[in-house]
């Protein structure tokens, strides 16, 4: 899953100041055991690839160098080459920690103008611009059926990571039609509301829109669009029909037939969808008590954070189908079948 493409010959990253000056390169090794080496890639195009370890998940995080416009910046971790990048532009996707995280430190070391989603920019705001965005996160958890020591557990978590997310304060806003140094700009809302796109010459930076071996995660959390797993079904179509040459993702290796991976996570929601039908019935159900029976019971933390916001997201494309109905009130929230 975290291999590269010998085609691609990973380079160590110092390499990436080497390359654009001519020179010969060298590397410099993470201090952290077990973590990948921060590296540079050489694409097709002109384009180039940095990729950023990180502490979790899939251990690392693409970002891409067209020019001078740099597309994503990592998690803040300290070490980050940014003083070797030569950008006057930084592009978001959006604004989860492992894309938005470095974006501070990446535009004070190369003095760019950061650009994000309008959409995404304010949820970046909400939920790293308040210290007390854990708690809310929390109590729409319980609202939602998970036990207090789960969200409790999601207090702790949220308050430990957020000092390593850095955005940059005032962007330029993007929409649908905007354009970054001729890269036109897609609004490809449903991994993130306000996920973007950029797309020039057949080339899409994808950012988590689309990734080759894992299923970008779709949630629906607080204060954001209401059917997330509808806005991507959508997106995954307008992908199929904008038909991109390659896709360069944030995860993962390149995309060659975006076409086909679009096709296989429709699949897979619609599969999923008739999971999440089948564990409905007469009585009401929490979106948690669901979540157990479609992602299993042994779940970290983390990990049933995202399986209960990724239950929830199915459940509301039910409702929306017709296929479920949603009742309750403020303090709790419950699911039935049709
Ligand atoms: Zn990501």
Not at 205 to 214: C, M, W
Request: negative net charge.
């Amino acid at each position: 899953m975290y291999g590269f493409n010998d085609h691609l010959k990973p380079m160590p990253f110092t390499g990436l100041r080497a390359l654009l000056q001519g020179s010969s390169r060298y590397s410099i090794r993470m201090a952290t055991e077990g973590s990948i080496e921060q590296t540079f890639v050489q694409l097709e195009g002109g384009i180039q690839r940095l990729t950023l370890p990180l502490p979790t998940g899939p251990k690392h995080v693409h970002c891409y160098l067209a020019g001078r416009t740099l597309f994503d910046t990592g998690l803040g971790l300290a070490d980050a080459p940014w003083s070797a990048v030569e950008a006057e532009r930084i592009a978001i996707t959006h604004f989860h920690p492992d894309h938005v995280g470095g974006a501070e430190a990446a535009a004070r070391a190369t003095g760019a103008t950061v650009f994000q989603g309008g959409l995404d920019y304010a949820q970046c705001e909400r939920v790293w611009g308040s210290d007390d965005w854990p708690e809310r996160i929390a109590s729409w958890f319980v609202r939602h059926g998970a036990p207090a020591a789960v969200a409790d557990d999601l207090i702790a978590q949220g308050h430990a990571f957020a000092p390593f997310v850095r955005y940059a304060v005032e962007p330029d806003l993007l929409y649908e039609g905007s354009e970054v140094d001729g890269w036109e700009v897609l609004e490809l809302p449903g991994h993130a509301d306000g996920h973007l796109g950029f797309l020039r010459d057949g080339v899409l930076i994808a950012g988590d829109h689309l990734l080759q071996r894992i299923s970008p995660a779709v949630g629906l959390y607080p204060e954001s669009r209401p059917d997330p797993l509808g806005d991507y079904l959508t997106s995954l179509e307008r992908t199929i029909e904008l038909a991109p040459r390659i896709v360069y993702p944030g995860h993962g290796e390149p995309i060659l037939d975006a076409g086909v991976r679009a096709r296989e996570l429709i699949e897979h929601h619609r599969h999923r969808l008739d999971e999440t039908a089948e564990a409905l019935g007469g009585e009401p159900r929490s979106a948690y008590e669901i979540s157990v029976d479609v992602f299993g019971a042994e779940l970290e933390p983390t990990q049933r954070r995202f399986a209960v916001a990724e239950t929830l997201s199915h459940l509301e494309r039910l409702v929306r189908e017709g296929r479920a109905a949603r009742g309750g009130d403020d303090q709790r929230v419950f699911y039935t079948g049709p």
